[in-house]
């Protein structure tokens, strides 16, 4: 495929071999992944000039975790970050995203760029950061960053083009207890509220998907306007930008290019079905990235577990890509443990997702398999099974090696049980179907899968 065929183009006349590839992965039939691809929804975020591991987002595929990391203006240990990004991918992180904003940011781009992962970077963060503040980022800047950020081989760049005047304006009629949240969307709204001008990434939207058809790269189109506290779910600004969204998700499909979409943040959840359906609707179904949703509040050092929880009922509804957020959000950068921990509970919710997607059933005989090794109280296939299973494993052996564990130890309702069934079994004579240990069902054969 040459550059400035892009993807979606390709697709309406064949199926290019990234896309048969990604098809294998997520045991879609060629020919409906590259139809889902050129209706855009499915991305496969894939710099022509970096060659990595293909990852398939959106209906039909397993449900993607991004994981953010970066250095700050605080904060810059571009090795610790380098080590973030590994721990994130070793921990089943299938993108990351390098929002450096402290230090060499090409410099610590290049190393992230050289791991075996799709990357996406926000390029306004550059822009405000060479620009010395947000106020004197004018459009040729921007853009410059963002043609430099496209040529060096990143597959994704979150562009907040939905903050316009008009979203501002929403702000102002109906305004939030949080106004914006997003750094982007900040960064955006002081550009445009300092220098009266409107979001050149909205201004230029054409030019801009030019660089992008050119390149090859995806959009992932911001949410600059999400709430960023409970009570803010239901003011105007993010459905203002959410029917923006849809118009330029639209614009991006006709002239070829890529496009996911980023939503909906801090919202209670029961409006996340809601949202996601809304979202969803108004994009054409484009894949839907979630940044949240934060459901509560107040929880901070368990975030994760709260976005863990609103984003498995999101991808119940359809959500498609998660953003992994760590127990340091909302307090500090996060440090390579919190990483791990995050990425780890984040791929727990999408495989939670997983289990209820439109292709039902398809990671269920892992689920079974632990259930019959949980009825036969055998701990080494338990720990093989299970997701994280060195976690497992030291759990229980915190009291020895027992044949139940210790919660109810001598009292172990499965024991209990089993050994009823079994007297039962020889006393009639007959043997169980798949009463002889064995598993019932065959082996898994990747962490999630
Ligand atoms: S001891 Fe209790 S918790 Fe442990 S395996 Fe048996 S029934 Fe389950």
Known sequence: MSVMETLIRACLNGVPSEVEEAAKGEGLKPRVAARLVARGRIVLPSNPVRHHRTCAIGEGCRVKVNVNIGTSGERCDEALEVRKAHAALDNGADTLMDLSTGGDLPAIRKQILALDAPVGTVPVYEAVRRAGNAADVDGDLLFRVIREHCREGVDFLTLHCGVNHQALESLRSDPRIMSVVSRGGAFH????VER???????AEYDYLLEILA???????LGDGMRPGCLQDAARHAKTVEYLTLGALARRALSTGVQRMIEGPG???INQIGYNVRT???LTDHAPLYLLGPIVTDIAPGY???VSAIGSAVACMHGADFLCMVSPSEHLALPLEHDIVEGTRVCCIAAHIGDLVREK???LAPREAQMAEA???LDWEEQFRIALYGDVARSVHARDGTLETCSMCGDLCAMKLVKEIFNHEKVRSGKKRENGNGDPLYPGHENPRG
């Open 189 to 192: 709204v002081a550009m445009m």
């Open 196 to 202: 009266g001008e409107e979001n050149p990434l909205y």
């Open 214 to 220: 050119e390149t090859g790269v995806v959009i992932s």
């Open 266 to 268: 801090h919202i209670p």
């Open 279 to 281: 979202i969803k609707e």
């Open 303 to 305: 975030d994760h577990v």
């Open 360 to 362: 039902e059933g398809y």
């Open 374 to 376: 949980r009825r036969r």
